[in-house]
């Protein structure tokens, strides 16, 4: 068997042993190994056993994950999450559908903070979805408001696969956090307008609730005004220059866990539970990394990323359409996968074909545009069925609506998206237009 054959039925035999349930970084270890014992035989294995691991766990920029998983919980833990969708309940709720746009809103804040989408989502999901209920909302855009808004946290930054990102395609952390920002804007504001289109087909889904006069929002703004001057601090420090992201990660989980420590229902135990969690998933985030890492290298051995680039080149597609192939695989995979996995398994095969089209643009515009776009459709591969993890959290948690409402509650926000993805896409001065700007 040739070397491509093998890299080509690597990849059904790793969806398999994923539909089986094992760990995705303990599949693409497996896997990577078992493949580069044919190509080279287990020798190598030991080898890169010993040395991968030590050269992926000492990466300073891999430092930025467990600080920024770190200032996630500490902001779940602590009330940010409810003091944010009260206050942007406080703003909005008097509009028709208002408490489900001050949802999405709370769910952008707190995704700035936290920087997961499922983590924003079951957070967001505690503290609005018994609010929206109690107000009279239907079971299907209250569900389908709290899966797409979760989608916001991997997307505005920090996103710690905006990250992980970075980090394989070698590109610098703070110009893919600028890039994504106004991406991120357009996709809160994109699912407020669903909302507001869908209310007026619908109004009795979400009724407008009594004006809260500036007196009251004031007061609430009270709870939330050092949230968001951390965040402002932490971020502008990265843009400025001022720290690494690693130090405003630092910056973002010491003042994140020192707002928390002075909230009278935060003791020891819940001390204690951050740092649990953020071990855990740490520890998960690490090995599906050292697993990427033994699968990338295989994939590396049988050149089929070398082979795929030069079936593009030679077949003379279009840039465009080469992109646009790769984005509806991506919508394809998110009805499947989680979208961690589907960025470690894919980008070490598409990104150097990428880099070797003409769009007009240089080579680091290229990366952070794809990158951009990659993120966004993996986003929508969050809410898209059958599989979409977010509407799955969020129906757990409402118990009462049934998986078939909550997918119709998604649809109006998959329609902004597609719409987002055809301008992202399309003109891709609006991705780079804050890094032009900037640098």
Not at 304 to 328: K, Q, Y
Not at 334 to 346: F, K, P, Q, R, V
Not at 364 to 377: C, Q, Y
């Amino acid at each position: 068997m040739d070397r491509e054959t093998l890299g080509i039925i690597s990849f059904p035999v790793l969806f398999a042993l994923l539909a089986l349930r094992l760990p995705i970084g303990l599949a693409m270890l497996m896997v990577g190994a078992g493949g580069t014992s044919f190509i080279a035989g287990w020798l190598p294995i030991f080898s890169v056993t010993k040395t991968s691991a030590w050269h992926l766990f000492s990466n300073y920029s891999l430092s930025v994950i467990p600080l920024f998983l770190l200032m996630g919980n500490f902001a779940s833990r602590s009330g940010m999450s409810k003091s944010l969708f009260q206050f942007a309940s406080a703003c909005l709720g008097h509009l028709r559908g208002g408490v489900a746009m001050a949802a999405v809103g709370a769910c952008g804040g707190f995704g700035a903070i936290c920087g997961s989408s499922l983590a924003t989502a079951a957070t967001m999901g505690k503290v609005a979805l018994p609010e929206l209920r109690r107000l009279g909302y239907s079971g299907s855009l209250s569900t389908g408001a709290l899966a797409a808004g979760g989608t916001l946290g991997i997307l505005i930054p920090p996103s710690v696969i905006l990250i992980i990102y970075s980090i394989l395609t070698e590109q610098n952390i703070v110009k893919m956090f600028l890039a994504a920002f106004f991406p991120g804007i357009l996709a809160a504001l994109g699912y407020i307008l669903a909302i507001a289109v869908y209310v007026r087909i619908f109004p009795a889904s979400g009724m407008a609730q009594a004006r809260i006069p500036w007196r009251g929002r004031l007061s609430k703004f009270r709870d939330i005004w050092h949230v968001i001057f951390l965040f402002s601090f932490m971020l502008g420090g990265i843009y400025l220059g001022w720290f690494t992201p690693t130090e405003g990660a630092a910056v973002g989980a010491a003042g994140t866990g020192i707002i928390a420590l002075l909230q009278k229902d935060f003791g020891w135990s819940g001390l204690l539970n951050v740092i649990q969690s953020t071990a855990i998933t740490s520890g998960m985030i690490f090995l599906i990394l050292l697993g990427a890492e033994f699968f990338n290298s295989f994939i590396a051995l049988t050149q089929l990323p070398n082979h795929l680039a030069t079936f593009v080149l030679e077949g003379e597609f279009s840039p465009f359409v080469v992109v646009a192939s790769i984005l509806l695989l991506y919508v394809f995979l998110g009805c499947l996968m989680d979208s961690m996995a589907m960025i470690l398994l894919t980008i070490p095969v598409f990104f150097p074909v990428i880099m070797t089209l003409d769009f007009g643009l240089n080579a680091e515009e290229v990366a952070i545009w794809f990158g951009i776009l990659t993120l966004i459709v993996v986003e929508v591969g969050l809410i898209t069925p059958p599989v979409g993890l977010n509407v799955f959290v969020i129906n757990k948690m409402a118990g009462d609506v049934t998986i078939s409402e909550t997918f119709k509650g998604v649809l109006p926000f998959l329609f902004s998206d597609f719409i987002r993805v055809i301008l992202l896409f399309s003109f891709p001065g609006l991705t780079l237009f804050m890094l032009r700007v900037m640098y």
